[in-house]
């Protein structure tokens, strides 16, 4: 029976083939022999970006394009197996190298991506599996919010989640993870039941599962204590929540003179204890779509309907001290939404007006 080859080692022979014209100096100048990369780019099953490649500048880049860093290789990772590869390549130069994970490339310091390094992009494992009944989820780290919101609504159920739609659960759950439903349900790691992590030393990779009850120090670590400190994540396993009914607002200051009163009334009224935990919301200072000054803005959700569920008095103080004169907001916008929708809350692009 003829031996065929998968349409992988194919391209990659190509690939590898088209190398030719790729001086030693090129390879060189990247930190590694032609024979090294050679030897992973066919040693593996997935795709590798090297900087010699056509798709090098967008593929190593994060969410900021502040963040301007040159890895040796970028690996988009497809399985267990391949992160422990990249890893024991990491190990088996000459002279190691780092390595750092990414997710969504959202990392607010450029933490995931790194020059002369290998970097494991982790946007592939990004699979959704839900139980409705048991009302847990079990998604990948490289899940963004808005695929894993669009599951979860389907089921009525919820996990607190991120503001940016594109924002992934690894580096989210990682470092503590704050949405709009955490002062009713807690930050998005206070949720998280169990995950799996690849972990390495000296003899090579070993996977982990933690919970309470199973590598709990490993548990705790990893739950608020930040990305690519103690392992690989590979999924996470969330405790989920019914959500039917949420009205959702906008509130906005253009006059930026206004933010300090503004960001203390908001504290003092609706943060502290005392506002209704089904309450949540992120004060932001932007500059919006069509704007060309920075405002300050809060978007938000109250779990329910507010007429209903609100202590009426409550709502109308608070409505009174919106009205004040000197913190008055220049727009305003709400909708109700009767089934669970959560999704990124845009900026308003056209005035609301409070009613
Ligand atoms: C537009 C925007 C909106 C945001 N909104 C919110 C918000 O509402 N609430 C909030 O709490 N935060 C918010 N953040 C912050 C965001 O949660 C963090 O930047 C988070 O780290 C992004 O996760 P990521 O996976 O997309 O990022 P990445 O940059 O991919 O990763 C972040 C860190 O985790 C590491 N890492 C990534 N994947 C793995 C893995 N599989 N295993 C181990 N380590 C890994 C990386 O090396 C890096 O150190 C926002 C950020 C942006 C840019």
């Known amino acids: 029976m003829a031996f065929r080859k998968t349409r992988t080692r194919i391209e ?46 967008k593929d190593r880049q994060e969410f900021d394009p502040a963040f301007q860093e040159y890895p040796l290789v970028v690996g988009f990772a497809e399985t267990p197996a391949d992160v422990a590869e990249l890893l024991d390549f990491s190990r088996e130069l000459s002279a190691p190298v780092p390595v750092v994970c990414r997710s969504g490339g959202h990392n607010t310091a450029g933490y995931s991506v790194v020059t002369d390094g290998i970097v494991i992009d982790m946007s592939l494992f990004n699979h959704v599996q839900i139980d409705p009944a048991r009302r847990l989820a079990t998604v990948g780290p490289g899940v963004t919010f808005a695929k894993l919101n669009a599951a979860l609504n389907t089921n009525g159920l919820h996990v607190p989640g991120g ?9 989210y759950m990682q470092g503590g993870g704050y949405g709009f439903t955490s002062r009713e349900f807690g930050m998005n790691c206070d949720n998280v039941v169990r995950f799996t992590m690849m972990t390495y030393d000296s003899t090579g990779a070993h996977i982990a599962v933690a919970s309470a009850t199973e590598n709990p120090r490993l548990f705790w670590a990893v739950r608020g204590g930040t990305g690519n400190n103690f392992g690989v994540l590979l999924d996470v ?34 943060s502290k204890v005392g506002a209704s935990a089904k309450l949540g919301h992120l004060p932001v200072i932007m ?33 009174r001290v919106l009205r004040s004169s000197s913190i008055r907001p220049t727009a305003t916008r709400s909708s109700t939404r009767s089934s669970c929708q959560i999704r990124t809350c845009r900026p308003a692009s056209r005035p609301f007006h409070l009613r």
């Open 12 to 57: 990659k022979e190509a690939k590898v083939q088209g190398w030719a014209n790729v001086p030693d100096k090129t390879f060189h100048k990247a930190g590694i022999t032609r024979a090294a990369a050679t030897r992973l780019e066919l040693g593996t099953g997935f795709k590798l970006v090297w900087p010699w490649d056509a798709t090098y500048d």
């Open 163 to 171: 503001e940016c739609e594109s924002v992934c659960v690894a580096g």
């Open 237 to 270: 396993t969330y405790q989920l929540y019914p959500l039917t009914t949420l009205w959702g607002f906008g509130i906005k200051w253009a006059n930026l003179a206004a933010a300090p009163a503004a960001l203390l009334m908001i504290q003092n009224r609706f």
């Open 287 to 319: 500059v919006q779509e069509k704007d060309t000054q920075a405002s300050l803005g809060t978007y938000g959700l109250f779990n329910g309907t507010p007429l209903r569920d609100w202590p009426r008095s409550r709502a109308c103080s608070q409505r």
